[in-house]
């Protein structure tokens, strides 16, 4: 086995900037999809594209396991010298991306239906999303194989191609929003085909940018593959992410739809400020993946010592990014907020919840933080575990302070749910470290 390199901050920087960059772009995209939309001035199709988008995404990011569990495991493989074991992890992450597709394709009709029976919005903006997510759905074989692809690439510390992917699928995601609503003028149709196109040429993209690993055997060596050890941690510490990833987009689903009890503008003034909680997500995300690689590396090299290295290098970098965020919410929050939409009636209900989305990066570091040490770790059981704690605990905020203060305890709410994840996960992190040093 190879010496390990070691951990600097040159390294976590070259590392998380790529990731940074690439996941900067989705919100970016959240943004110009509620911003086109919003330019026909009304808040039915800004609330439509928000149930629309959410819900499908809801249903992907079940699946978003791939990623995590891919780049864990992959790192870990990398970091003990076997190269066919990242072959085939490559593999097995595709066959299940591209089969969860297909079946959601085939279960469509029932899919989009409880979308919207969950979601008790008003007749205009059922109808409009009913019409987004029948579009949008035929790619989610492209969407959930994306994951596969990145958390490879991810694991291997390959995160400029990550970055080209993400730039590629959500800049053409962009032009075509602009042609197709703008020029085109169809509206929410036009939002949905333009992310459908971008979808399957960025999986498509991500195929070709691992043809190094495609053009060897070893990723068709199927007994290695289907290696019934292998899999059964594939299957363990992805099932584990699953339910995490449940319980996770319930707190979020509930949020939308609880907010849609509201009226249409409360419903669309959320949509809008949702889309600074995934800024800050997916900036936040840059060096949380980066620690899912230079954890899972050093758990592969089976060093404590680097994993603490590791756990406190990429967290130093994470604080910056919340601070930062922080402060362009407080000065620039307003004017983002029109950006995003001409509707007086959602500028004026977003600019009164504005104050949580400031607070948001703050409360949150901690969780965004060690859900990448932890997924690094391959601790899927113990994210399990304290994410269902967390999610009680925002049940219960919920059931006590929406009937109090209305949209305000449900903001509250979400708020606490961060706080939550982050003392619970910070709380196992001391077992961490003993099983690397086992």
Known sequence: MSTPLPLTHKRVLTVALPVVLSNATVPILGA??????GQMGLAAPIGAVGIGAIALTAIYWIFGFLRMGTAGLTAQASGAG???????????????????????????????????????????????????????????????GIYAVTGWLIGLERTRAVLLIQLWMNGLNIVLDLWFVLGLGWGVEGVAIATLIAEWSGLALGLWLCRDALNTPAWKDW?????????????R????????????????????????????VTLAANHVLLQFLEITAYSMDGFAIAAETLVGQSMGARSAARVRRAALMTSFWGLITVLFTAGIFALFGPAIIDLMTTAPDVRAEARVYLPYMIAAPLVGCAAWMLDGIFIGATRSADM???????????????????????????????????????????????????????
């Open 237 to 264: 510490v992805n099932r584990d992410i699953l339910l995490r990833s449940v319980m996770l987009q319930g707190i979020f689903l509930s949020f939308v739809f609880l907010g849609a009890r509201f009226s249409d």
């Open 82 to 144: 076997r190269s066919g074991e990242v072959s085939a992890l490559l593999s097995r992450g595709m066959i299940i991306g591209l089969g969860a597709g297909l079946v959601i394709m085939a279960l469509q009709v029932p899919l989009v239906w409880l979308a919207l029976q969950t979601a008790p919005a008003s007749s205009e903006v059922e109808s409009l999303a009913q019409t987004y997510m029948s579009i949008r759905i035929y790619g989610a074989p492209a969407a959930i």
């Open 223 to 235: 007994p290695r593959v289907f290696e019934r050890a292998q899999m059964i941690l594939f299957a």
């Open 32 to 37: 110009v999809d509620t911003g086109v939309v």
């Open 384 to 438: 399990r575990n304290m994410m269902f704690v967390s999610a009680l605990i925002y049940i219960a905020a919920v059931v006590v302070l929406m009937p109090l203060i209305g949209n305000h305890g449900l903001w509250v709410a979400l708020l606490i749910s961060f706080i939550a994840r982050g003392i619970t996960l910070g709380w196992k992190y001391p077992a961490l470290e003993r099983a690397a040093a086992a």
